[in-house]
């Protein structure tokens, strides 16, 4: 009888390399994340100084596109509106050279989420299955209507019948 009970688990002793595969990666990716915690937090706090930074450039561009026209009849301004162009090049360039470097974490965080959801139905299964391990220490008469209930309310949640 324990022989036949083995030969049915038999197929699901293959996923067990796999689960395990699972785990390292779970580490992996808790490291990935303390590491990306670590490296936000400075990050933000530059973000918000950014913010004001950016806002007073503001009135720089103002200032800018007043002596653009300004050069049209007064030539000796333009090495300084050559300036006020190259400051505010390199502020753009800059941010888009830390928006390109932040595009792979987002990518890497859909990812995730992705794969979060492909495991939604290893989270079903699991209770699933607890229910089904949990009709076990029951009394021997009392089992077999459990075991039957259970089965029940799985088949209607699946839209199944009993036949």
Not at 49 to 67: E, G, T
Not at 83 to 106: H, I, M, N, Y
């Amino acid at each position: 009888m324990v022989e036949a009970v083995a030969k049915i688990f038999e197929q699901t002793k293959t996923f067990k390399p796999r689960f395990d595969e699972l785990g390292e990666a779970i580490e992996q990716i808790e490291r990935l994340g303390e590491a990306a915690a670590r490296t936000f937090a400075p990050l933000k706090a530059f973000q918000s100084h950014l913010v004001y930074l950016v806002a007073s450039l503001d009135s720089i561009r103002v200032f800018q596109n007043n002596l653009a026209q300004l050069v049209r009849a007064f030539s000796p301004a333009q090495p300084l509106q050559e300036e006020l162009a190259t400051l505010t090049d390199a502020f753009e360039s800059e941010l888009e050279g830390l928006v390109g470097s932040l595009q792979p974490a987002k990518d890497f965080r859909d990812r995730i989420l992705v794969l979060a959801r492909s495991l939604d139905q290893a989270n079903e299964m699991l209770d699933e299955l607890r229910e089904l391990q949990a009709s076990f220490p029951a009394r021997a008469s009392t089992a077999p209507r459990q075991a039957g209930d259970l089965i029940e309310s799985i088949l209607e949640r699946e839209g199944g019948e009993l036949r």
